[in-house]
Each structure stands twice: as structure tokens, then as C-alpha cells.
């Protein structure tokens, strides 16, 4: 079992940044997929940014690459996102997800491959 604790999120200006962290219990974690995703009201889950095991193939979605950074650290069973110039169409819900098969070289795009979830934390980028 894997339970993921994320930070709160907030309420930004647009242009402004936030780093968002979120902690996993359990021992799989340094051998997992870990991967963030957001929902905005009345839209799909999407998938922002995925780092296997090692880092060593990072996924980003479009719309956020050169602006958002996933990052982790095995020692301390965390996984961070740090957003910068931030834009309205970034508000959403932000999901912290595990997929805790072992080992995995190229992260999944697919949300139901990701086992364990955080409870979402808001963010809010005003305009």
C-alpha cells in the first residue's frame, strides 16, 4: 500500500510560481512511476508530468514544458512540481499518483496506470 500526502496548493497571480510537493508512505516508492495530473472543472484528468524511478526519461505534457519541472528525491519518498509563469489556464485540481509497478523505464501517459492517488490540492492562477 502507498499513501500520498500532497501540499496545499493556492491561490497565485498569473506569471507567479508554486512548487507543490507530495510525500508516499510505503517502500515502493523509490522503485515507482510517480507522476502528477490535473483536473479544471468540467474537463478531463490530464496528465502533466511523469518521473520513473530514476529520472532518466521525464514526460511532460505540451502545454506545460519549459514552464513546469518534476522533480524527486528517493530518500525522502517525495515527488515535487514546480510551476513557473503561471497562466489562468493552469487552475486546476493537482493530483500526485504512483504507479507502483517496479522499475518502469518510460512513465505512463494512461491515468489507470497509476494505482495509488493523493486527495488533490487546489491551485488558482489569477489573472
Known amino acids: 500500500q502507498v499513501q500520498l500526502v500532497e501540499s496545499m496548493g493556492g491561490l497565485v497571480p498569473a506569471g507567479g510560481s508554486l512548487r507543490l510537493s507530495c510525500v508516499a508512505s510505503?517502500?515502493?516508492?523509490?522503485?515507482?512511476?510517480m507522476a502528477w495530473f490535473r483536473q479544471a472543472p468540467e474537463k478531463e484528468r490530464q496528465l502533466v508530468a511523469a518521473?520513473?524511478?530514476?529520472?532518466?526519461?521525464?514526460y511532460y505534457a505540451d502545454s506545460v514544458k519549459g514552464r513546469f519541472t518534476i522533480s524527486r528525491d528517493n530518500t525522502k519518498n517525495a515527488v515535487y512540481l514546480q510551476m513557473n509563469s503561471l497562466a489562468p489556464e493552469d487552475t486546476a485540481v493537482y493530483y500526485c499518483?504512483?504507479?507502483?509497478?517496479?522499475?518502469?523505464?518510460?512513465?505512463?501517459?494512461?491515468?489507470?496506470?497509476?494505482?495509488?492517488w493523493g486527495q488533490g490540492t487546489q491551485v488558482t492562477v489569477s489573472s
Open positions: 499518483a504512483c504507479d507502483a509497478t517496479h522499475y518502469k523505464l518510460y512513465p505512463p501517459t494512461q491515468s489507470s496506470a497509476y494505482n495509488y
Open positions: 510505503g517502500r515502493a516508492f523509490s522503485s515507482s512511476t
Open positions: 518521473i520513473p524511478w530514476n529520472s532518466a526519461r521525464i
